[in-house]
């Protein structure tokens, strides 16, 4: 698939940008806070409906129109892919004084209102940056959003029952806090602990099935990419208190039953503690390269040719599961890498159809530049297409 127009309006740093896309690689040139990234933000958003970048959506609306009576930014693509064109719009409603007006998401599929939920992933797209590195190096978090990003674009199931676990993790943490303070008896607890290992369960076995087309492929390329001199892997955490130890489950209906259990193994520490300390809200996982923790024994090098390998790993596992290209986004990555590793992410993406790669500085990516078959400047929230040499 690739996105032939896009249109953006009152989006971040943008008033208003209209392109019109080729197929191949589309190269952005443009110095540092200029919009480049909030450019690839806004096409991520597009496929996931949610911002790489900011904690609210009120964030994402252009700042001069914060305190207007309807601040909205409007985001929509065309786009040709072999399921059949799309066209996708999303207005971000910030928040308003007027409560008539609802602060979020409208998103419409070829004119037709949808739930969020039914748009993810109709524009699949993976989204390289230069703070992929806290995948390998930072907190566990950071890699459950890693897989629930990637998974939820080709799993609707997937999206709903993570929607589901969290607001019936919410109810639970709130009746534990409850029994804690002894305002409610411990039997309550009976229905919201099947309700969450339900949804645990469907969140569980899909992580753990990624986990397994992803690790093949993450290992392969950082031996491509480190010419054979470095390896990874990648290993699933289910935290189950304990019952995690044990063999992998088979399937969904194994996943919930040991969560179950878990949660009634653990059910006093939680009443303790007013949480829940058990469940896919708590999963981790570990990466290693050569066989050492990344997150304490590797080189920042390292760990950066172990997030590319991992982001190319997703590249191709939406390929798989969709049929179709996911468009890669590639935000100012490239100027970090030496000729050799540039070259080797750039060699896996020229069968895709479509590339879209920012840097500030153009020098370092001459080769890229040298391919594009369309290649703009960025300069305060403004596009040019540029024809030059």
Same mark, same amino acid.
């Given at each position: ?40 933000? +806004?096409?991520? /958003?597009?496929? !996931? =409906? ?9 964030? $994402?609306? #252009? &700042?001069? *129109? ?57 524009? +699949?797209?993976? /989204?390289?940056? !230069? =703070? ?9 978090? $950071?890699? #459950? &959003?890693? *897989? ?57 076995? +899909? ?21 054979? *001199? ?160």
């Amino acid at each position: 698939m690739y996105i032939f127009d896009l249109q953006i309006a009152n989006y971040r740093n943008y008033g208003r940008a209209a392109l019109r896309l080729d197929k191949g690689i589309s190269l952005f040139v443009g110095d540092n806070a200029q919009g480049k990234s909030n450019l690839l933000e +806004a096409i991520y /958003l597009l496929s !996931t =409906l949610r911002s790489s970048r900011a904690s609210s959506d009120a964030d $994402l609306v #252009r &700042r001069d *129109l914060i305190h207007t009576d309807f601040p909205v930014a409007r985001l929509s693509c065309q786009v040709e892919r072999s399921a059949g064109n799309l066209q996708l719009e999303v207005a971000v409603v910030g928040r308003t004084t007027d409560a008539s007006h609802r602060a979020g998401k409208r998103v419409r599929v070829n004119g037709v209102p949808k739930r969020a939920s039914d748009a993810v992933g109709q524009l +699949a797209a993976v /989204l390289f940056t !230069t =703070l992929d590195i806290e995948i390998v190096a930072g907190p566990p978090l $950071l890699r #459950r &959003r890693y *897989l629930d990003m990637m998974i939820s674009q080709v799993d609707r199931g997937y999206l709903r029952a993570m929607q589901r676990y969290a607001r019936v993790l919410q109810q639970r943490n709130g009746l534990l806090k409850r029994v804690q303070s002894r305002d409610a008896q411990a039997a309550e607890l009976g229905f919201w602990d099947q309700e969450l290992a339900h949804a645990g369960g469907i969140i569980m076995q +899909a992580r753990a099935e990624a986990l397994g087309h992803l690790c093949p492929q993450a290992q392969f390329q950082m031996e491509r990419l480190s010419d054979g *001199l470095e390896s990874i892997q990648m290993t699933y955490r289910p935290a189950l208190g304990g019952l995690d130890e044990l063999d992998v489950p088979i399937d969904e209906t194994e996943w919930t039953a040991r969560m179950l259990k878990a949660l009634t193994n653990l059910r006093y520490r939680e009443v303790n503690a007013g949480a829940t300390l058990v469940g896919p809200h708590r999963d981790d996982v570990t990466v290693e390269i050569d066989n050492l923790p990344a997150d304490s024994f590797a080189s920042r090098a390292q760990q950066r040719t172990a997030a590319l390998s991992m982001r190319i790993a997703e590249a191709s596992f939406l390929r798989k599961a969709l049929g179709d290209d996911p468009v890669v986004l590639l935000d100012d990555v490239l100027s970090e890498l030496d000729a050799r590793r540039r070259r080797g992410v750039m060699e896996f993406f020229d069968s895709f159809q479509q590339t879209i790669v920012t840097t500030a500085e153009p020098d370092r990516v001459r080769d890229v530049m040298t391919r594009a078959s369309g290649r703009f400047v960025v300069a305060a929230g403004a596009i040019t297409r540029f024809e030059g040499e």
